[in-house]
């Protein structure tokens, strides 16, 4: 069944939120700070720990970097793009109309929301999985990636409360669409494409978490466009 494997990712993303919302029922707020700081330290050292991981490299000689100029091309480009489109700005008004539709009075929701959303959705697992899920049926990376995401949902929802869950809407329709469209996207993920997106992408997953550790607002959401770049680049040689 093409699109099972976003099925069970988002379930996973339930999932998470259902555990996290019973663990946090009744935790006293300096409870809810130290899980605050344990979510925000984890997701800063996933992002680190996949940037650095397509960043480095190693020779003979000891280690060498690459990509540094892609990804700030990337970064620049598509986050003045997503400042025009202001992608921040309409990720909250979706998360204040879900608030408004669910009744909930978590004065934490649409920041939960936001910060889940981006968690969940950026990174190159989300589009070789979605990609895999529409050519041929293969389910097993986007699996893994509910597997995690139940997990880092979980955390955050119970840190964040209820607004974490509703990430499952923005990973139904981004994971959903690009299975369908899976046929059109696959020959342009070549190895250096999927490299570049997963060091941009890890690299916003690292904004994500600077956010939840230091109450620091970076624009992650206007970021988004930047990932579009970093695949772009990967046909530009000189970069």
Do not use: Y
């Amino acid at each position: 069944m093409i699109g099972l494997g976003t099925l069970i990712n988002a379930a996973g993303i339930l999932a998470g939120g259902v555990l996290g919302l019973l663990a946090g029922k009744g935790l006293k707020p300096r409870f809810r700070d130290i899980l605050m700081t344990i979510n925000g330290l984890s997701v800063i050292f996933i992002g680190a720990s996949g940037a650095l991981a397509e960043i480095l490299t190693t020779d003979g000689d000891g280690f060498g970097t690459q990509g540094s100029m892609m990804m700030l091309f990337s970064l620049v480009l598509g986050g003045l793009l997503g400042e025009l489109i202001n992608i921040e700005k309409q990720t909250e008004r979706f998360g204040e109309w879900l608030k408004k539709r669910t009744g909930s009075g978590d004065s934490h929701f649409v920041d939960g929301f936001v910060a889940a959303s981006l968690t969940v959705c950026v990174g190159a697992m989300a589009v070789i999985g979605s990609i895999n899920d529409g050519l041929s049926g293969d389910i097993s990376i986007l699996t893994t990636k509910a597997i995690l995401d139940l997990i880092i949902v979980m955390v955050m929802t119970a840190s964040m409360g209820a607004g974490c869950i509703f990430s499952a809407i923005p990973v139904l329709f981004f994971q959903g669409t690009i299975t369908l469209l899976a046929g059109f996207i696959q020959p342009l993920m070549t190895e250096t494409a999927v490299s570049n997106l997963s060091l941009v992408g890890s690299v916003l997953i690292f904004c994500v978490g600077v956010n939840l550790m230091f109450d620091k607002h970076i624009k992650v959401g206007n970021l988004l466009p930047s990932i579009v770049f970093a695949v772009a680049f990967a046909f530009v040689p000189i970069l």
